[in-house]
């Protein structure tokens, strides 16, 4: 059915910056929005940034002017690139599609949000 793969994820030092990467795949007709969510072992997961089918992007007060979201809707994507990470931006990353509608016979669309399955970033000297 609909899987959506991440990667990019690793070990980097402080200052330094990762590109993650998100592909859905499957008999995918729409996505509405994409984006990048976070989370700490024992945390909630957090919203790090999101894009809309139209390209109006959301970003989380901890990220802005250090991360941005993009997306190339051809090929039902999404990619974050961080910049000057901080020890505190260590956590798994996971790629949200949200309201993506395929099919699931000839003649019946589903509609519903997709998780990846996550991808770790560490941040550390």
């Known amino acids: 059915q609909v899987r959506l793969v991440e990667s990019g994820g690793g070990l980097v030092q402080p200052g330094g910056s990762l590109r993650l990467s998100c592909a859905a795949s499957?008999?995918?007709?729409?996505?509405?929005?994409m984006g990048w969510y976070r989370q700490v072992l024992g945390q909630q997961r957090e919203l790090v940034a999101s894009?809309?089918?139209?390209?109006?992007?959301n970003y989380a007060d901890f990220v802005k002017g250090r991360f941005t979201i993009s997306r190339d809707n051809a090929k039902n994507a999404v990619y974050l690139q961080m910049n000057s990470l901080k020890a505190e931006d260590t956590a798994v990353y996971y790629c949200?599609?949200?309201?993506?509608?395929?099919?699931?016979?000839?003649?019946?669309?589903?509609?519903?949000?997709?998780w990846g399955q996550g991808t770790q970033v560490t941040v550390s000297p």
């Open positions: 949200n599609a949200a309201d993506l509608t395929h099919d699931i016979t000839p003649n019946l669309n589903f509609t519903g949000d997709y």
């Open positions: 499957g008999r995918i007709f729409s996505i509405d929005t």
């Open positions: 894009v809309s089918s139209g390209g109006s992007t």
